[in-house]
């Protein structure tokens, strides 16, 4: 028998918890583990533009015949312009390859299949600390993953020093993975000066930059927040892109994202992106549809875009606001330790420098989980659950 031998997998440092959580009986539980954007209700809602755009979807669909294996075209069109913004110089070029993907998790496993399959490139250089499941991916796929210097503990603030240092170890041809925007869990972002130096040691030393960007509009805004890759993109002959929409959209449950191949040249674009359609091919074989028919409708409609930029507006202006209310909260619960530079973090997560016991006893004696590394989803706080969570950090 060959299922005896299967060891029992660890629960996922994320998503498990949210499963302890469902089980847990208490009625003023709260997860803050996950990145799930709640509004001031603590609903996680369909987007009015998602649903306008879902109504026209219904009464307009035809068929439900394949797609492409690239996905729908639109789509991976309004993606690009998304990326790299209106009129693009690198996207007339044709450098640029867009392939639908399910998620932004999707986009990042078939960039390191592709990578690896095609490229002489083996190792992927990832920030300490990082989204929890980059090293799964990348092992998964067999890459192997180092790590950069990104977070000064003491000072709440970027390692900058720490991670040029590093980055000056990696050779030509290794993948760099850079986040876009709202470093996931620190919530802290190069700066355009820094981007750029960046940019500069990546185009000297030939390394190749691929963008985790799942927080497009979660920062400053839609355009700002894409100002760090489209300044890369401006100085380094080669990148990738894995984009997801699963929180700007709040598409979680469509897997909706999209992998891009920017190359020397339009010849070498095509060339890479018949390897990456060869990878989708053999791992999926094609993408589902309502997620992408979703955003190119929207994307392609000027009222409804406008309605979406508006409604992610609400969200991020919200979760700022929330930021603003934690570190007041905090203060009136007598936490005399300094919590200001919570409200300098962008996006969704506040990485709050709790110690693991102290997230243990957080979840244990008070029934508010956050994630063992100490960061907390801000974006699952509201009014109404920001005094029962300070009272309960206060006591730990
Ligand atoms: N990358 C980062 C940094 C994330 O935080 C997440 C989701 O939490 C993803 C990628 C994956 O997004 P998706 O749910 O679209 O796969």
Not at 12 to 20: A, E, F, H, S, V
Not at 255 to 260: D, E
Request: glycine share 8%; aromatic share 8%.
């Amino acid at each position: 028998m060959i299922f005896s031998q299967v060891v029992l997998a660890p629960a996922d440092p994320i998503l498990g918890l949210t499963d302890t959580f469902k089980a847990d009986p208490r009625q003023d539980k709260v997860n803050l583990g996950v990145g799930i954007y709640k509004d001031e209700a603590g609903q996680t809602p369909v987007l009015q533009s998602v649903k306008k755009a879902e109504a026209i979807l219904l009464e307009q669909e035809k068929t439900k015949n394949y797609l492409g294996i690239e996905g729908v075209q639109t789509y991976n069109r309004v993606v690009q312009e998304l990326l790299f913004g209106e009129g693009s110089e690198l996207v007339a070029s044709g450098r640029a390859a867009t392939a639908q993907a399910p998620g932004g998790t999707g986009a990042l496993r078939i960039a390191a299949e592709f990578l690896l399959r095609n490229t002489p490139s083996r190792t992927i250089w990832v920030s300490n600390p990082t989204w929890a499941n980059h090293q799964n991916i990348f092992e998964t796929a067999g890459l192997t993953v180092k790590e950069f210097g990104y977070y000064n503990a003491s000072a709440h603030d970027i390692d900058f020093d720490g991670m040029m240092t590093d980055l000056a170890n990696a050779q030509a041809g290794d993948i760099i993975l850079l986040h876009g925007c709202c470093h996931n869990p620190t919530g802290i972002d190069l700066t355009l000066a820094q981007w750029d130096l960046v940019a500069n040691l990546c185009a000297d030393k030939q390394l190749v930059p691929l963008f985790d960007f799942a927080y497009q509009g979660f920062g400053t805004g839609i355009e700002e927040d894409a100002a760090g890759l489209r300044l890369v993109a401006s100085k380094v002959p080669e990148l990738l892109v894995a984009n997801s929409f699963s929180k700007n959209f709040g598409l979680y449950n469509e897997r909706i994202g999209a992998v891009t191949v920017v190359a020397h040249n339009a010849d070498e674009a095509v060339r890479a992106f018949s390897q990456v359609k060869r990878t989708i091919r053999a791992n999926y074989s094609n993408p589902p549809a309502h997620g992408a028919l979703i955003v190119s409708t929207i994307l392609s409609d000027a009222a409804l875009k406008a309605l979406w930029v508006q409604e992610l507006t609400e969200m991020r202006e919200r979760i700022a606001l929330m930021r603003t209310l934690f570190v007041q909260s905090l203060k009136d619960e007598g936490v005399t330790q300094d919590f200001s530079f919570i409200s300098r973090q962008n996006g969704m997560f506040s990485f709050s420098g709790l110690n693991k016991s102290q997230v243990a006893r957080l979840k244990d004696e008070f029934g508010v989980y956050i994630v063992g590394s100490g960061r907390i989803s801000v974006a699952g706080m509201t009014k109404a659950n920001m005094p029962a969570i300070c009272k309960a950090i206060a006591q730990v």
